[in-house]
């Protein structure tokens, strides 16, 4: 058996262990709400709270703890989201 197989925790892909997450924030722009979470690669994953698909959003990297920073990136998500959908749009 290998490491993997031992392991207590199940293994998913893009799903972090609930104990191994980093802590997520709230954060506001343009009237949408989003959750940030820093990964451990120095990234971060943005969860479109306030948005019409229940855990659509974005990652980016590196990124940093500047909240000006991350509603540039979030302005820029939300600029290629097709209103009809709510995805970003196909070209």
Partial sequence: ???RET???AVLPGVAPVERAAPASQLECDGE???VRPDEF???HYTWRSGPNPGY???TSPSSDDVEQHQ???RSFLSMIDPRTGYIEDD
């Fill in 1 to 3: 058996m290998n490491e």
């Fill in 7 to 9: 392991d207590s925790e």
């Fill in 33 to 35: 709400i989003f959750e």
């Fill in 42 to 44: 120095g990234g971060a």
């Fill in 57 to 59: 959003g974005f990652s």
């Fill in 72 to 74: 540039t990136n979030i």
